[in-house]
């Protein structure tokens, strides 16, 4: 009886301690800035804080964050979770294998190591050494390798690293043999490969930013470069540049067969033009430049060259992908060849090792692995054991065994071997993690969106959960840039699986799981496809007793985060709690930061038409925040480095609803330091951003985690 009503006491105390009051939030200067579109006046009164230099944004961040950390580290539980967090995340763990020259390259994180560390060996079934340990590179692991790249001779490995999350990038070269980095030092890269070709190799950089502009000014007039190993960047080969095209990003590749310098050409994130360059002219002042494809209506995507024909991945006239060939001396699209057809299922990528290519579909969002001959044969499906996502197969034309990694939504990545003269795959290495995964199960359900569209939803839950209602929902989407979501592991989810939660991933249109129609059935005109099949996501949870509005949270980033932003905007009875993170919120000037520009062909912009404008206006997070309505408790999650959705999105955005909302539930932002859009970041960044982020949620919705 005693413990009966100690226990009775203790709930209580913690519920009243959830029915906080009112916040108090710090004071936000307003600016008459007003914007005129096609007529219509839109005030800006936050603009100011898009200087991310300022010492007013500087001090604007630092009192938002004195709110916000003052009410995370009362709520009474959150050490709990993060002690949990770094229980479960502490478990060794290991990529797949890549062949490359005479070494098998791959990463390995004993635990809690802030960045995995990279390993080579000739031999995959004995232990590899340390080829690079990026932890050596920051006191706080807040740099992280980005990309790296070993020469075809395995004498050198070329690595690129990010600092702090940014997208800038700096390239260096280490000596294989010797283990030390060189002098070589390449400042201003960014979204640029490493291609090595002789002694040296290709890469593509920006101009210098102006002082101040580096973290959010326009990326504009890439150039390809041509580095030799041991020389200062200054006297690195300029290959191409167009300065009639700044808006154009490049990245150079050479085929294997050395024959060719392959240029692909973005100005958006759907396309590309394919550019060929003869290698006996790339070093030439004047260079015979061959127009594979000079439009960027569609996406193509170099894998190989076989008998001097270029492999290439595409959605020319297929829509859900096939593989053709191409002779680069008689280019003409009337000459192409379907080297494996589209398919009903979505053709998401493929490699060509040993003499097969390894083709991965997606079926319903599940990957499906099928094998063909090089001549573009189908020979069969390999087999999984579960329902999952599968990535690797990576290596060389002339391997015998290649490595791929499986993993689902309670499975932690499983590295396979497969034999590929003898077709057997084999478990090579299976992390063991503090988790019963057998204990929970993995569920896909189809449910009508507000047209009828049948909208595929992953669940998972614990083994027998009572579908009383009452279980604590994590509802994570996307929907965009033709981006598909896929059963992967993530050890911060477990924190709900682990307290009889639901975690829900629903696979919206605007993503790229049915192909291209999928995809352009959530862009521009039609993105509030995408919001309404979010909002019928939340809506078939509490229908069929999942959970209820009293314990529905919703989770996106980037332009997740304007989903998130957006649907608590359209529908905030339905959820209890919001967590956008890094978000798209002004949806009227995006395209004016870094390569913002690039994201119009899925969201158009306000300078478009009329049109646009009234429809972005519509649905932007940041200008359709309501007063007089009672909003979720929402944590907004961001980081002052972040280049690549600028955190001005999220200042004004908070600013915004901290004006207008005038309800007790509180409505906070976190701002992350030395931490970017999210690549790269250190362990114990992602630790203790989840404690926080989990532990606001729990507290919000009045559930104390056991």
């Known amino acids: 009886m005693k413990k009966s009503i100690l226990h009775l006491i203790g709930i209580l105390i913690f519920i009243s301690c959830t029915q906080t009051p009112k916040m108090t939030y710090p004071e936000t200067k307003k600016t008459d800035t007003v914007d005129v579109y096609f007529g219509a006046e839109v005030p800006d009164p936050y603009r100011w804080l898009e200087d991310d230099n300022s010492e007013e944004t500087k001090e604007w961040v630092k009192a938002q964050n004195d709110v916000t950390f003052k009410y995370l580290q009362k709520i009474p539980f959150r050490d709990k979770i993060k002690s949990r967090l770094e229980t479960l995340w502490n478990y060794p763990r290991m990529s797949s294998l890549t062949k490359r020259g005479k070494y098998y390259i791959y990463s390995k994180n004993d635990g809690l190591q802030n960045q995995s560390v990279v390993y080579y060996t000739e031999n995959p079934d004995k232990e590899g050494k340390v080829l690079l340990d990026p932890n050596t590179l920051s006191e706080d692991g807040t740099v992280a390798l980005s990309g790296a790249s070993l020469s075809k001779d395995s004498r050198y490995l070329a690595y690129s690293i990010a600092r702090g999350g940014s997208d800038w990038n700096e390239i260096y070269v280490l000596n294989v043999e010797t283990g030390k980095t060189m002098k070589d030092h390449i400042e201003w890269v960014k979204f640029s490969g490493i291609s090595w070709y002789n002694d040296g190799f290709f890469y593509c950089r920006l101009p210098e930013p102006k002082e101040g502009d580096a973290l959010k000014g326009e990326s504009k007039n890439s150039m390809v470069y041509y580095h030799k190993v041991g020389t200062a960047a200054s006297e690195d080969i300029l290959i191409h540049k167009d300065d009639l095209h700044p808006d154009w990003l490049f990245n150079a590749e050479v085929t294997d067969d050395k024959q060719w310098l392959l240029l692909s050409i973005t100005e958006s994130t759907t396309g590309n033009a394919l550019y060929a360059i003869p290698m006996e002219d790339v070093f030439k002042p004047t260079k015979s430049i061959l127009k594979l494809i000079d439009n960027f209506s569609k996406d193509y995507l170099y894998i190989t060259s076989i008998d001097g024909k270029l492999i290439i991945h595409t959605n020319n006239n297929a829509p859900k992908y096939k593989v053709v060939s191409i002779d680069p001396k008689n280019p003409s699209s009337s000459n192409w060849i379907d080297f494996i057809e589209e398919k009903e299922s979505v053709l998401e990528g493929l490699s060509f090792v040993g003499q097969k290519f390894f083709l991965s579909y997606l079926k319903d969002a599940r990957s499906l692995i099928e094998i063909y001959s090089k001549e573009g044969v189908y020979e069969k499906e390999l087999g999984l054991p579960f329902i999952g996502s599968v990535s690797g197969f990576g290596g060389e034309k002339n391997d015998e065994i290649t490595f791929y990694t499986l993993t689902s939504f309670v499975s932690p990545g499983t590295v396979y071997k497969y034999n590929i003269k003898e077709g057997i795959s084999e478990i090579f290495y299976k992390p063991e993690i503090d988790f019963d995964t057998e204990n929970y199960e993995v569920k896909q359900e189809f449910y009508p969106s507000k047209d009828g569209t049948e909208i595929p939803m992953f669940i998972v839950h614990k083994k027998g959960l009572d579908l009383n209602g009452k279980n604590p929902t994590l509802l994570y989407g996307y929907g965009g840039?033709?981006?598909?979501?896929?059963?992967?592991?993530?050890?911060?989810?477990?924190?709900?699986?682990?307290?009889?939660?639901?975690?829900?991933?629903?696979?919206?249109?605007?993503?790229?799981?049915?192909?291209?129609?999928?995809?352009?059935?959530?862009?521009?005109?039609?993105?509030?496809?995408?919001?309404?099949?979010?909002?019928?996501?939340?809506?078939?949870?509490?229908?069929?007793?999942?959970?209820?509005?009293?314990?529905?949270?919703?989770?996106?980033?980037?332009?997740?985060?304007?989903?998130?932003?957006?649907?608590?905007?359209?529908?905030?009875?339905?959820?209890?709690?919001?967590?956008?993170?890094?978000?798209?919120?002004?949806?009227?000037?995006?395209?004016?930061?870094?390569?913002?520009?690039?994201?119009?062909?899925?969201?158009?912009?306000?300078?478009?038409?009329?049109?646009?404008?009234?429809?972005?206006?519509?649905?932007?997070?940041?200008?359709?925040?309501?007063?007089?309505?009672?909003?979720?408790?929402?944590?907004?999650?961001?980081?002052?480095?972040?280049?690549?959705?600028?955190?001005?999105?999220?200042?004004?955005?908070?600013?915004?609803?901290?004006?207008?909302?005038?309800?007790?539930?509180?409505?906070?932002?976190?701002?992350?330091?030395?931490?970017?859009?999210?690549?790269?970041?250190?362990?114990?960044?992602?630790?203790?951003?989840?404690?926080?982020?989990?532990?606001?949620?729990?507290?919000?919705?009045?559930?104390?985690?056991?």
Do not use: C
């Open 481 to 706: 840039f033709n981006i598909s979501l896929t059963p992967t592991f993530s050890v911060t989810r477990l924190i709900w699986l682990e307290n009889n939660g639901v975690f829900a991933m629903a696979n919206l249109r605007g993503g790229g799981e049915y192909g291209e129609e999928w995809h352009e059935a959530g862009t521009k005109l039609n993105k509030q496809n995408v919001f309404d099949d979010f909002i019928s996501a939340g809506e078939y949870l509490i229908e069929k007793k999942y959970t209820s509005s009293d314990f529905l949270t919703i989770m996106g980033g980037s332009n997740g985060g304007l989903l998130v932003g957006a649907v608590a905007n359209q529908r905030p009875d339905l959820f209890k709690v919001a967590l956008p993170a890094v978000g798209v919120m002004d949806m009227l000037r995006y395209h004016k930061f870094t390569i913002g520009r690039f994201w119009a062909a899925d969201y158009g912009t306000s300078e478009d038409s009329k049109e646009m404008f009234e429809y972005l206006y519509g649905y932007s997070p940041l200008h359709t925040i309501k007063t007089n309505t009672e909003y979720p408790a929402i944590l907004v999650t961001t980081a002052d480095h972040d280049d690549r959705v600028v955190p001005a999105h999220s200042f004004k955005y908070i600013s915004t609803l901290q004006e207008k909302y005038q309800g007790n539930n509180p409505v906070l932002i976190r701002i992350d330091v030395k931490a970017g859009h999210g690549a790269g970041k250190s362990t114990s960044k992602v630790i203790d951003e989840y404690a926080d982020v989990w532990g606001f949620a729990f507290y919000n919705m009045g559930i104390e985690p056991k």
